[in-house]
T-cell receptor
Framework: EADIYQTPRYLVIGTGKKITLECSQT?????MYWYQQDPGMELHLIHY???????EKGDLSSESTVSRIRTEHFPLTLESARPSHTSQYLC??????????FGEGSWLTVV | QQQVKQSPQSLIVQKGGISIINCAYE??????FPWYQQFPGKGPALLIA?????SEKKEGRFTISFNKSAKQFSLHIMDSQPGDSATYFC????????????FGKGTRLHILP
């Protein structure tokens, strides 16, 4: 079982608020990812990181930002949340790109 | 341009039947083809994977069939059970880009009890 943790699991927040979704992994993986997914739907890569101080935009444009100051930590931030940001956000990590391990997801609802 | 095409989008199978999900790709530089299983409220988890040097891989009731010349691969679930009801994603990895895996759009599988 993968050791990748996301907090909070569920968040309801008002429009305009700043939010940070936390993601931590204890496997020492260099590569980490953020995916956005509506329930049961397609996985959209929004950010990824090769390692510390490395971040790249994914295939789906996102207003969120990420940082990678420590290998094990890859937080995602929305400076000003909007209802269109309502979705599930999945953090993941991998080593050598073979198997991607996903966290259980953070469900964000912006009202 | 979708690099990995998955079908069907949804599938209903009777308990005990065979569930079949198909995927096709264009890029011959893909060298690793995993399948992920996702239950509601959970993140996807690796189910089974195959490399293009073999035509079939079986793990329990789950089998991947791989056709390199047709650039197609499929997941077969034998003796399907209600507990198999989930969303399934096929995926592919580029041999020179091991940092990203390309996912199909997913198939929602429902097994009738």
């Amino acid at each position: 079982e993968a050791d990748i943790y996301q907090t909070p699991r569920y968040l309801v927040i008002g429009t305009g608020k700043k939010i940070t979704l936390e993601c931590s992994q204890t496997m020492g993986h260099d590569k980490m990812y953020w995916y956005q997914q509506d329930p049961g739907m397609e996985l959209h890569l929004i950010h990824y990181s090769y390692g510390v101080n490395s971040t790249e935009k994914g295939d789906l444009s996102s207003e969120s930002t990420v940082s990678r100051i420590r290998t094990e930590h890859f937080p995602l931030t929305l400076e000003s949340a909007r209802p269109s940001h309502t979705s599930q956000y999945l953090c993941a990590s991998s080593v050598a790109g073979n198997t991607i391990y996903f966290g259980e997801g953070s469900w964000l609802t912006v009202v | 341009q979708q690099q990995v095409k998955q079908s069907p989008q949804s599938l209903i199978v009777q308990k005990g039947g065979i569930s079949i999900i198909n995927c096709a790709y264009e890029n011959t530089a893909f060298d690793y083809f995993p399948w992920y299983q996702q239950f509601p409220g959970k993140g996807p988890a690796l189910l089974i994977a195959i490399r293009p040097d073999v035509s079939e891989k079986k793990e329990g009731r789950f089998t991947i069939s791989f056709n390199k010349s047709a650039k197609q691969f499929s997941l077969h679930i034998m003796d399907s059970q209600p507990g198999d009801s989930a969303t399934y994603f096929c995926a592919a990895r580029h041999m020179n880009r091991d940092d990203k895996i390309i996912f199909g759009k997913g198939t929602r599988l429902h097994i009738l009890p």
